[in-house]
Every structure is written in structure tokens, then in C-alpha cells.
């Protein structure tokens, strides 16, 4: 168990749809990243954010949007979903260190699967 | 962010060394090695990560080259619970480092 919670678990939804993911970073983790992993592209970085602030993007689509609030967890927004959507979705928490040495613990994932 | 080679695919008898090899040749000399692994579908977990020296913690074994351009994982008594995609990422730490994910290999422990 790393420490970090998503739900749901599983979610089906149709085509248009929009849905939201939830996720709860590690105590003290002031750093969630989310990441999509679909059969296609592998494992890619979406978002992160650190300490309710948008730190950095990756390969984010316009119709998603994330956000983390002040109790740090965080929530990833999918909207006009799609079919090529379906994917795991993870989040990971972090906290830096002076070092500059982090590390990311991942949680179970959110599975989505549009239809 | 330097990029990584491994191969698709490792088989190693349970209880024996898996020695999981890494290419990183154009590593910068900031960059640090990690190595996560994701064990069907689970979210993906942290193993051992290391700048330049070798580094050892209870689960593996990171052995670094002395030019930096290529390291080992080494799990020293694999099982089968060790079957999973291993992933050696390179990039800088800090606190705005997003992890880029090649295919990495997959390790099968055989009975």
C-alpha cells in the first residue's frame, strides 16, 4: 500500500460524457501528479500540481482540466469523452526533497472505460 | 530528459539473480537513474534510484557505471511475485520532476 488513494476504482460512462478522479497524495506529499496509461501510448504524464498550484504539463488534452485543493487532494476532470479515453488512469504523490533526490508513490489507478 | 534502452524481455528462474540492464548514454551529469516497476496493471512502485554512486536498499541492487552511461538493476533472489515491466527512468530530481516512461522490459520469474 503506497499511501495514496483513487476512486472510483472502475468507471464506465458513454461517449460525451464527463467525469471527475479523484485522488488523495500520501500525508505531507504536497505534490500530485496524474498520468494516463492506455495500450497505445504506455505510461504518459498528464499534469502536476504542487501545493494547489499547476507546477507542470505534459501531454494534457483541452478537455481535461485538474485541479488540487487545499487539503492537497487533488481531482482530474474528463470531459467530451471519447472512446480512444479508455485508459488507467494514475495519480502519484511526492515530496521534494533538498537533496533533489524524490520519489513518486503511485496509487492503484482509476480504470475508465468509455463506451 | 536523457532517454533510456532496455530490452522488451527478460526470463529468470526463481531464486536466481535478475540482473536487469540499462542504457542511458546521453545522461547528463545532474540526472539520476530511478527504477519502478509495474506489476500487471497496478499502479507502478518505486525500487531504487541513485545519481552516480551504486546503491542498495531492500528490495534491489542499482549499479551504476563509472562513465554513467548504462546501469544493472539487480534483484537478488527473484520470485515469482518479481513478474512485472521494469522501467529505468532518467531525468533531474527536484520538485517539479514528472517521470517519462519508455516500455521498459518485462521480467518473467519462471518456477
Known amino acids: 500500500d503506497s499511501g495514496v488513494t483513487q476512486t472510483p476504482k472502475h468507471l464506465i460512462t458513454a461517449t460525451g460524457q464527463r467525469v471527475t478522479l479523484r485522488c488523495s497524495p500520501r500525508s505531507g506529499d504536497l505534490s500530485v501528479y496524474w498520468y494516463q496509461q492506455s495500450l497505445d501510448q504506455g505510461l504518459q504524464f498528464l499534469i502536476q500540481y504542487y501545493n494547489g498550484e499547476e507546477r507542470a504539463k505534459g501531454n494534457i488534452l483541452e478537455r481535461f482540466s485538474a485541479q488540487q485543493f487545499p487539503d492537497l487532494h487533488s481531482e482530474l476532470n474528463l470531459s467530451s469523452l471519447e472512446l480512444g479515453d479508455s485508459a488507467l488512469y494514475f495519480c502519484?504523490?511526492?515530496?521534494?526533497?533538498?537533496?533533489?533526490?524524490?520519489?513518486?508513490?503511485f496509487g492503484p489507478g482509476t480504470r475508465l472505460l468509455v463506451l | 530528459d536523457a532517454k533510456t534502452t532496455q530490452p522488451p524481455s527478460m526470463d529468470c528462474a526463481e531464486g536466481r539473480a535478475a540482473n536487469l540492464p540499462c542504457n542511458h548514454s546521453?545522461?547528463?551529469?545532474?540526472?539520476?537513474v530511478y527504477w519502478y516497476r509495474q506489476i500487471h496493471s497496478q499502479g507502478p512502485q518505486y525500487i531504487i534510484h541513485g545519481l552516480k554512486n551504486n546503491e542498495t536498499n531492500e528490495m534491489a541492487s542499482l549499479i551504476i557505471t563509472e562513465d554513467r552511461k548504462s546501469s544493472t538493476l539487480i534483484l537478488p533472489h527473484a520470485t515469482l511475485r518479481d513478474t512485472a515491466v521494469y522501467y529505468c527512468i532518467v531525468g533531474s530530481g527536484g520538485s517539479n520532476y514528472k517521470l517519462t516512461f519508455g516500455k521498459g522490459t518485462l521480467l518473467t520469474v519462471n518456477p
Open positions: 546521453t545522461i547528463s551529469g545532474n540526472e539520476y
Open positions: 502519484a504523490s511526492s515530496t521534494y526533497r533538498a537533496s533533489g533526490r524524490e520519489t513518486q508513490y
